[in-house]
């Protein structure tokens, strides 16, 4: 029987009031309103990360990219998520999946879904499936001031 591990993420970011700031959701820009966050607050790339780094035992992602350092400022999220793949293969794990249910009242994932699943698919090297959902009004989410990802992982040792 195969050595396996399985790995879950979160993240949360709120809209941004810079209107020159850009959404970007799985690699995927969109319109409206962009994340506050020290990268570019892809909540989608940061779950995805955080349980990459659990499931390989490899801490997680404020570990790895600390927000208190300059270099990560304005980082490209997809690229900090294929440099977390290359350290879990590294460490002798093969991601087999990844699962994402995306939290939110907009903008809507359903026209994007393809595009950001082969973007994250193509940077795991592995099928990445991402679901949305609405808060239905409910909290900070539901009165559309962020966005919240959970992810969910699998591994296997190689």
């Not at 999946?97 to 994007?112: F, S």
């Not at 595009?115 to 609405?134: F, H, N, S, W, Y």
Request: negative net charge.
């Amino acid at each position: 029987m195969p050595e396996i591990r399985v790995g879950q993420g979160f993240d949360v970011h709120p809209f941004s009031e810079d209107p020159e700031r850009v959404m970007v959701l799985g690699g995927v820009r969109f319109d409206g309103p962009g994340l506050e966050g020290h990268s570019d607050a892809d909540v989608i790339a940061h779950a995805c990360i955080d349980a990459l780094l659990g499931a390989a035992g490899l801490g997680d992602i404020g570990e790895r990219y600390p927000d208190t350092e300059e270099k990560w400022a304005g980082a490209d999220s997809m690229a900090l998520l294929c440099d977390t793949v290359e350290a879990v293969n590294a460490a002798q794990w093969k991601v087999a999946n990844v699962d994402c249910t995306v939290i939110l009242e907009t903008p809507r994932l359903a026209p994007h879904r393809a595009e950001m699943q082969k973007k994250l698919t193509r940077a795991i090297g592995a099928p990445v499936t991402v679901k949305g959902r609405r808060a239905e009004g409910l909290g900070a989410l539901g009165r559309q001031e962020g966005v919240a990802c959970f992810a969910v992982t699998l591994l296997e040792r190689t």
